[in-house]
């Protein structure tokens, strides 16, 4: 409850909203859908800032990218056809995942999902192989790469205006293998894409989430993979390395151990769909 | 601050302050089928929908529904179309209560207002942000599936 909020602006461009927030810093804050603002207890906060007037609300394709609109509801990414096609449509389930309700998702907004974003979070997980980039308005408008805005530093007291989705280079698929608690929350996941070239490997993408604050990317699994086989060879590898290279956190879903145990079987999982998809598009060579 | 919106298609104004939730602006204007529940946005007993969409009422301003049209259970709860649906309902959760029942036909209302014919994963997508206080699980939704067919006109 924001039981001290005393106003409540709806600007109708990203200029004015800056300037409101900019005025009144300390007790303002930005209102995207409210399913995390509203329902926490806030005694601080005496204004808010809709941003659901400023025209963010959008889904479009690029030649080379997808735009997705800080305030497009979670919903209509699980819904909207483009993103179901695109990257093996991992993008849509890890939206469908971010929350079991459709009334969640239907309210909570892709920039609020991403400020947000903990060391659960599938969704920035998934924008962490798929190299999104965030366009942050503040001040000057400028562009963050995911595993930068990773450490929180970017936001400042900016707007998070759009995500940039690259589309993936031809011949590279995407995964995601989640382990969901009983009420459909992903307690541990992990995403991947890999570009095949002549039946190798030539670029994987993989992260993870149970990571202390946010999501990781797995550097060294990546680096090793680059330039071999995908084949069950290198996947137990891979899955050696997982067990080595991944710190997880324990908390009220799962335990370090737990999760330190199944993190392999998941990078099995991601590496096996993305080898299948290629197989079936006979894509493994060029 | 003053908002106007329209509920089950009537259009009011009203002066609330800023941290008036929709629930509290609709329970205070008499829809009582808008239950408390969680009030956490966790069980669904507090959905209406905005706009189209099941939205939960508990974790909206009444200030974020301005221009906005809201539809409570209220709004079609005398339409005999979907006696059957509730029906089906009822004897899913199979107790007497009956607390949970709106905010489930709100949204599955919100789902059939944007798909006629939706497939049972959707029904049970619909219906997975809803729960039932009394622990009844809703896996058999054999019968809220003729109930919708019915409301279809084919039986
Ligand atoms: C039942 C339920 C389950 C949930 N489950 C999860 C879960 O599993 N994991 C999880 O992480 N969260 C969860 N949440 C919290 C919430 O749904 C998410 O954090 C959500 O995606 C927030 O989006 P929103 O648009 O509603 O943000 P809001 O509540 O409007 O805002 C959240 C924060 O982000 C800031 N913000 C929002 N948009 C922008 C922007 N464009 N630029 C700058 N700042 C911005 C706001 O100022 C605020 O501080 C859950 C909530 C509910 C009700």
Known sequence: MLSNLKGYYRPQSI???????????????????????????????????????????????????????????????????????????????????????????????????????????????TMLVLQAQVRIAGGEEFALAMNVFLDKKGLGGGLLIEVVIPKLPAHSYAAVAPILSDMDRPIICAAGRVTFKKGLCQKAKLAITGTPRVPQRLHRIEEFLEGKPLDGSSIADAMEMAEAVYEPISDSFASEEYRKAVAPSLIKRVLYDCLEQAQDMSGTSE | MKVSLSINQQDVQVEVPAYRTLIDLLRAKGFWSVKHGCEDGQCGSCSVIVDGRAVHSCSRLAAQVEGKSVTTYEGFRSDSRYTSLKEALMNLVDLDCGYCIPGMMVSIMALLEANPEPPEEDVKDALRGSRCFCKATLNDLSNVMEAIDKIRGKW
Do not use: W
């Open chain 1, 15 to 125: 200029p004015s909203a800056l300037a409101l927030l900019e005025k009144n810093s300390g007790s303002i804050l930005v209102l995207a859908g409210g399913t995390k603002l509203i329902l926490n207890e806030n005694n601080i906060v005496k204004e808010l800032v809709d941003i659901t007037s400023l025209g963010l609300d959008y889904i479009k394709e690029g030649s080379g990218e997808i735009r997705i609109g800080a305030t497009t509801p979670i919903q209509q990414i699980v819904e909207n056809r483009i993103l179901g096609n695109a990257a093996g449509g991992i993008i849509s389930r890890a939206a469908h995942l971010t929350s079991h309700s459709i009334m969640v998702r239907n309210t909570s907004t892709v920039g609020g999902e991403l400020v947000t974003s903990g060391p659960l979070s599938l969704f920035y997980c």
